[in-house]
């Protein structure tokens, strides 16, 4: 009843985990809002879920562009530091859940000022120090172990909450540092051994991420028949579709320090999206990549070049 009347859910009724249940809520609303408009549902069946899609706005705190709990009276938590686990947050903390908007991260950009002030908090997620207040389970989790032992910042890709955060800087004009990162994620956190996996595998999701990273691609808005550019760990891999097609993707001059998008194409044709359709892949083909050591600063920036977000369809 608090989410249906606040938009949110306040941390002070007796529920856990508030801010974190709030963001993925929105999301799970905007997921029903599309499958409605999908099956042929009406608008004035889907809108209630599509205003709900919204609701993340109103936990972020545009004083310090973190999510923040509030109380049921709107009224922001304090004392309040963002490097809290637990409590009103899953297994994190609000440097990890500001990110899980998937659905719209061109209104997070919105809430916190523009593309500069977003890539600038994106940024800071790597290079924050390490630290974490952990009195709401009152010890030391092993997620923040692993977070420490990631040595990527504020970055805890041990845990699933932020793991497609490295791809949202497509969405900004940045591209190339999602190149940067996912290929250091790659490289540094995952093995071939005993001890392969940075942290909880969770039904598969941690590998995963690696799959889709290694091909050179993600799936930040599960539910959009898309997946974001990154930066292919293969020379060349090809899919086998239930259709009877091949879709490869193919890498050129790709190596450990040639991890950046010089170029692509699809079929011969320029591809300069950061993002690829999930039907271009079904219709088979072939993506091709040329990698160089230095960024392309204009890759991906073209008009219509963004990855999908709500805000985009208004």
């Known amino acids: 009843e608090y989410y249906n009347s606040l938009g949110y859910i306040p941390f002070d009724v007796n529920k856990k985990e508030s801010v974190s249940k709030t963001l993925e809520y929105a999301y799970n609303d905007f997921c029903i809002a599309r499958f409605g408009a999908n099956i042929g549902k009406p608008a004035s069946e889907t809108k209630t879920y599509a205003q709900r899609a919204e609701n993340y706005q109103n936990i972020f705190d545009p004083a310090i562009h973190f999510v923040r709990p509030k109380d049921k009276s709107g009224k922001w938590q304090t004392p309040y530091r963002p490097d809290t686990w637990g409590g009103s947050f899953t297994e994190g903390s609000a440097w990890h859940w500001t990110w899980c908007v998937y659905h719209d991260v061109q209104g997070l950009i919105n809430l916190m000022g ?10 800071s997620v790597f290079t924050a120090e390490p630290t974490f207040e952990y009195s709401a389970y009152g010890h030391v989790i092993h997620e923040m172990t692993e977070m420490l032992k990631c040595n990527m910042g504020q970055y805890a890709h041990g845990n699933q909450p932020i793991q497609h955060a490295a791809y949202l800087y497509n969405h900004a004009g940045q591209a190339y540092k999602t190149q940067y990162w996912v290929r250091k994620i790659m490289n540094q956190l995952y093995h071939s051994h005993e001890a392969g996996l940075c942290g909880d595998e969770d039904n598969g999701q941690t590998s995963a991420w690696y799959v889709f990273s290694a091909l050179g691609f993600y799936p930040v808005t599960p539910g959009q028949p898309e997946y974001v550019i990154g930066s292919p ?32 194409t699809l079929n011969g044709q320029a591809f300069t999206k950061t993002y690829l359709c999930h039907q271009e892949i079904l219709e088979g083909g072939v993506l091709e990549f040329s990698m160089g050591e230095r960024p392309n600063l204009n890759w991906g920036t073209g008009v219509g070049s963004k990855p999908f977000s709500m805000s985009l369809m208004k």
């Open 114 to 123: 523009g593309e500069e002030a977003f890539i600038r908090q994106l940024d």
């Open 233 to 264: 760990l293969f020379d060349e891999a090809a899919l086998q579709l239930p259709n009877g097609k091949t879709f490869t993707i193919k890498a050129k001059n790709n190596n450990a320090k040639n991890v950046y998008i010089q170029s692509a």
